[in-house]
């Protein structure tokens, strides 16, 4: 079946970058593409800065007319309330946010985050208009086992329990095995692709297997713009969420623009 999805290369910034580094990161973004005349319908370029640079980001994007989207590292389970240090679906939406990270290896690691929190996080997300960039992958002692399929298909299954097959046809599916995250240790494509091609045939079970066609599965870990360009030749590798490379807007930029640097 010939695909439609459009590619999304989405930059994880972590916590790095002030909001007045933020302004200035992202208009050297959008400079370098707009000097290699960028189409934004055929590659869709994303930020997604800390919490505290959202405002910044919104109102350059919103005064200059941007076409570079943005997002949340993660949203709260909760509507509003008594939960002090979090911030809710609502106030990202009002901040024009296009989608929300949940499930990263980071949050799952270092706040405890669960299987059952990660549904709850992505229900929240669906309810307040975002697209989730949902995140799984393996650690690295699974992957030696050869579990890293049946891993990963368990978390992205957990994720979506109770989600509706209409909302799972707008998600994105971010494969990040753990061990290629900020190691310079990229997975090969073919390790990319076995995955990626799984958690497809995972999603045709999950909604109908037409409308898992269309949902893009991102790879992540280690990706430059040295590499992107062969994983992306991968069959069910949709884009890529990008951690410490985003950082340099001209080498993310390079990343977004890597159909110009394949050799035919
Ligand atoms: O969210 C991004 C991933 O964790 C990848 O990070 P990385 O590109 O620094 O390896």
Not at 7 to 18: S, Y
Not at 38 to 64: G, I
Not at 95 to 123: F, M, P, Q, W
Not at 222 to 239: T, Y
């Amino acid at each position: 079946m010939a695909t439609t999805r459009t590619p999304l290369m989405a930059g994880n910034w972590k916590m790095n970058l002030d909001h007045q580094q933020a302004i200035s990161t992202v208009q050297k973004l959008s400079w370098t593409l707009k000097d290699a005349k960028h189409d934004y319908a055929a590659v869709e370029v994303a930020v997604v800065p800390p919490f505290t640079d959202l405002r910044s980001v919104q109102t350059l994007v919103d005064a200059d007319k941007l076409e570079i989207v943005y997002g949340a590292q993660d949203l709260s389970k909760h509507e509003s309330g008594a939960y002090t240090g979090e911030i809710s679906g609502t106030m990202l939406k009002k901040l024009g946010c296009t989608y929300v990270v949940i499930g990263h290896s980071e949050r799952r690691e270092y706040h405890a985050e669960s299987d059952d929190v990660v549904n709850a996080k992505v229900r929240a997300a669906f309810a307040h208009g975002l697209t989730p960039i949902l995140c799984v992958g393996e650690g690295l002692e699974v992957r030696k086992a050869g579990n890293q399929v049946s891993h990963t298909l368990a978390q992205v299954e957990a994720a979506l329990a109770d989600v509706p097959a209409e909302q799972i046809a707008s998600i994105v599916i971010a494969y990040e095995p753990v061990w290629a995250i900020g190691t310079g240790e990229v997975a090969t494509p073919e390790d990319a692709q076995e995955v990626c091609g799984a958690i497809r045939r995972v999603l045709g079970e999950l909604c109908d297997q037409t409308v898992a066609e269309g949902i893009r599965v991102l790879y992540g870990g280690s990706v430059k713009s040295g590499n992107v360009a062969q994983i992306m030749a991968q069959p069910d590798v949709d884009g890529a969420l990008v951690g410490g490379a985003s950082l340099d807007p001209e080498e993310f930029a390079k990343i977004a623009r890597y159909q110009s640097h394949v050799v035919a």
